[in-house]
Nanobody
Framework: QVQLVESGGGSVQAGGSLRLSCAAS????????MGWFRQAPGKQRELVAH???????NYVSSVKGRFTISRDDAKKTVYLQMNSLKPEDTAVYYC???????????????WGQGTQVTVSS
């Protein structure tokens, strides 16, 4: 059984910073691509940032230059550093990962439970 547990969400004023963490646990054979999605009320879930197992990153245009995704494979953790936050960044942020487990030889996609980020003006 694999779990993704997010932490680091909260409330901050516009211009502030937050750092999200997502730790993977369980019978993991390999941790492949990982990413952060977000979903604001009344909107579709969108990909915010993505990082491959090789460290290649990709961002939605609205966060480029403000957010940084990184990973620590030894800790099985992916991070999202969010700077210069704006009210429009308010959403529930979800961690996502492609994982191969010891018991299942094929890559499967997993989601975390989500963490709320609220940015006030």
């Amino acid at each position: 059984q694999v779990q993704l547990v997010e932490s680091g969400g909260g409330s901050v004023q516009a211009g502030g910073s937050l750092r999200l963490s997502c730790a993977a646990s369980g019978s993991i054979f390999s941790l492949n691509a990982m990413g952060w999605f977000r979903q604001a009320p009344g909107k579709q879930r969108e990909l915010v940032a993505h990082i491959t197992s090789g460290g290649t990153t990709n961002y939605v245009s609205s966060v480029k230059g403000r957010f940084t995704i990184s990973r620590d494979d030894a800790k099985k953790t992916v991070y999202l550093q969010m700077n210069s936050l704006k009210p429009e960044d308010t959403a529930v942020y979800y961690c996502n990962a492609d994982i191969v487990t010891i018991s299942h030889p094929y890559e499967q996609n997993y989601w975390g439970q989500g963490t709320q980020v609220t940015v006030s003006s």
